[in-house]
């Protein structure tokens, strides 16, 4: 059974940063592309950002772009998500989440195993 386990969520104030990461227990790790994705409560998962199997290629929404940096260590089987300069509307909750196919990054439908999430609060 793949386990994905996100950490480093907390409260903090607007300019802040945080570091996100996501443990994944899957022997294939090194074989799929990861992404985060955020939701406020009663909407749809937004994309945020992935990357691809190698960590050769990200891919960011506009609204984190140049702020968050997306980076994977397949040695530790870990993703993870450098949030700078954070502003009140990045408060969610954020999951990681696995992308077996290798595109469609923006795409929800094209990940198949999620993290049970990790609460990020920014104040202003």
């Known amino acids: 059974q793949v386990q994905l386990v996100e950490s480093g969520g907390g409260l903090v104030q607007s300019g802040a940063s945080l570091r996100l990461s996501c443990a994944v227990s899957?022997?294939?790790?090194?074989?799929?592309?990861m992404g985060w994705f955020r939701q406020d409560p009663g909407k749809e998962h937004d994309f945020v950002a992935a990357i691809n199997w190698s960590g050769a290629d990200t891919y960011y929404a506009d609204s984190v772009k140049g702020r968050f940096t997306i980076s994977r260590d397949n040695a530790k089987n870990t993703v993870y998500l450098q949030m700078n300069r954070l502003k009140p509307d990045d408060t969610a909750v954020y999951y990681c989440?696995?992308?077996?196919?290798?595109?469609?990054?923006?795409?929800?439908?094209?990940?198949?195993?999620w993290g049970q999430g990790t609460q990020v609060t920014v104040s202003s």
């Open positions: 989440a696995r992308n077996p196919t290798n595109w469609g990054f923006r795409d929800v439908s094209r990940y198949d195993y």
């Open positions: 899957d022997g294939t790790f090194t074989a799929n592309a």
